[in-house]
């Protein structure tokens, strides 16, 4: 399975994105989709994941802000980020698997089994 994230950009502070994560291979029907994002400097962070029966979780920072759609038919996966502050500066990954996960491994890296090439968001005025 080949994931591709897209949707970056340059963007002022208070502005939107979109990023985009597609699957080509299989559909994303049962996956577990997680953005995850590494600011320069920092390790990478868990952004958001949403799973398979279309529950979300998020982590503080991108909670009110960053919301999830998905269109399975072409197995693709949202993430629309609002109201965006310099501090979401980073490269955003979107991964996957299809294997089931509880609730609190969403957040896990090492759950995930494949990645996208990461795409570039930069939030300055």
């Known amino acids: 399975v080949q994931l591709q994230a897209s949707g970056g950009g340059l963007v002022q502070p208070g502005g939107s994105l979109r990023l985009s994560c597609a699957a080509s291979?299989?559909?994303?029907?049962?996956?577990?989709v997680g953005w995850f994002r590494q600011a320069p400097g920092k390790e990478r962070d868990f952004v958001a994941a949403i799973r398979s029966d279309g529950s979300t979780n998020f982590a503080d920072g991108a909670k009110g802000r960053f919301t999830f759609s998905r269109d399975t038919a072409k197995s693709t996966v949202y993430l629309q980020m609002n109201n965006l502050k310099p501090e979401d500066t980073a490269i955003y990954y979107c991964?996957?698997?299809?294997?089931?996960?509880?609730?609190?491994?969403?957040?896990?890296?090492?759950?995930?089994?494949?990645w996208g090439q990461g795409t570039q968001v930069t939030v300055s005025s």
């Open positions: 291979g299989r559909t994303f029907s049962r996956a577990t």
């Open positions: 991964a996957a698997t299809w294997r089931r996960l509880i609730t609190s491994s969403v957040r896990v890296e090492a759950e995930y089994d494949d």
